[in-house]
């Protein structure tokens, strides 16, 4: 299985304001993202992505959605919304006996870090907003972790905003 990590993020970095809000990306973004969302079929996000998504009425996507949480969260979405307490191998292999070709890891930064910690990140796709903010959630999480990259892709996706695309050099 496939598993790329993809997010949109600030120029410096952030996926969310200090606030938890991502009221900053375009509506050209947010189609983008809907229009992946579609192609994949799955996400995963944390507790903290899950709320932020909550928030910003976004929630749930499209497709199965597995929001990665040791926590007791009642489902009133149905059978397309997963809370799941296992491990991010485990969440890979849940995707797999599903028949998923691809697994996609869409925040917050500390599930981010925890799939490159494990070695299970294969691709990471970002797109940069333009703008800047002093304060909020990183791509990953502060922790000590060190990945190499190589670029597979850059493109130019509006007037003002660019995706990367790199794979993981394992």
Do not use: C
């Not at 997010?7 to 809907?34: P, R, V, Y």
């Amino acid at each position: 299985m496939k598993t790329i990590m993809y997010l949109a993020m600030t120029l410096n970095g952030k996926i969310a304001d200090g606030k938890g809000s991502i009221g900053f990306f375009s509506d050209n973004e947010w189609n983008l993202f809907q229009k992946e969302m579609r192609k994949w079929g799955n996400i995963m996000m944390g507790r903290r992505a899950f709320e932020v998504s909550l928030k910003a009425e976004v929630f749930p996507y499209h497709g199965l959605n597995i929001v990665m949480t040791k926590e007791k969260i009642k489902n009133r979405w149905g059978e397309s919304v997963i809370f799941f307490g296992g491990s991010p191998a485990e969440a890979l292999r849940l995707l797999d006996d599903r028949g998923f070709e691809i697994a996609y890891i869409g925040g917050g930064g500390m599930l981010n870090y925890s799939f490159l910690k494990e070695g299970l990140i294969d691709e990471i796709m970002v797109d940069v907003e333009p703008t800047v903010i002093g304060v909020g959630v990183g791509l990953l999480a502060e922790e000590e972790i060190r990945s190499k990259l190589k670029l597979i892709d850059v493109k130019k996706i509006s007037e003002d905003e660019v995706r990367l695309r790199y794979s993981v050099i394992r």
